[in-house]
């Protein structure tokens, strides 16, 4: 089972920034889309934001909460990032890494904890 590689989670203060990062094998083939979750106890996970990959007119979304905090970036299909600043305690959460391949297949990180706490 290929897996996706997060790093860059922890402990911020409110207000505080975090980068998350997530490498991508190159076995996993050509993508479509890259994206992070993220997922609190007792809730489903939900989208934070996107990129498609092929995309050049409208190739990034972001969740509503997101509220322009929140910036992926990605190095073309190796690798995928999420600067998050002005953080909230809500924004406590493990978060995840996806990707969709050409063939819509789905990969994910094992999550990365951030807690967002003073």
């Known amino acids: 089972q290929v897996q996706l590689v997060e790093s860059g989670g922890g402990l911020v203060q409110p207000g505080g920034s975090l980068k998350l990062s997530c490498a991508v094998p190159g076995t996993i083939g050509r993508l479509y889309r890259m994206a992070w979750y993220r997922q609190t106890p007792g809730n489903e996970r939900e989208l934070v934001a996107s990129t498609l990959v092929a995309s050049t007119s409208r190739p990034l979304n972001y969740a509503d909460f997101v509220e322009g905090r929140f910036t992926i970036s990605r190095d073309n299909e190796s690798a995928v990032y999420l600067q998050m600043n002005d953080l909230k305690p809500e924004d406590t959460a493990v978060y995840y890494c996806?990707?969709?391949?050409?063939?819509?297949?789905?990969?994910w990180g094992q999550g990365t904890q951030v807690i967002v706490s003073s």
């Open positions: 996806h990707v969709f391949d050409s063939y819509y297949r789905n990969y």
